[in-house]
């Protein structure tokens, strides 16, 4: 007990520590944890609203067309001739340029 007292003392106590640590954990929490929490709720919503007819890049860079969807996975047409379709995980879309519907 005594050798703790003597470190708290020599440290400064255990308020000063606090006194630093706080501010960094909130400081990585508004520089970190925040906006990543915000950009897999961007991509949650992304995801639920894909719909058959969008043009979307995959996060392996292949370009298609949503020809339809199948639970988790969607399938992509990538090509008219010959016609070529693939099956993709929906986590794999990573971006929807636009829908055959906008044009």
Known sequence: ????????????????????????????????????????????EMHSALKAGDKVITSGGIHGTINGIDGDSVILKISS???VKIRVSRAAI???EASEDAK
């Open 1 to 44: 007990m005594m050798i703790a007292a003597l470190i708290f003392q020599a440290s400064g106590g255990l308020g000063s520590t606090l006194f630093l640590i706080l501010p960094m954990v909130l400081i990585m929490y508004f520089l970190v944890f925040l906006p990543q929490s915000r950009q897999r709720k961007k991509m949650q």
């Open 81 to 83: 001739e010959p016609q």
């Open 94 to 96: 990573a971006q929807v």
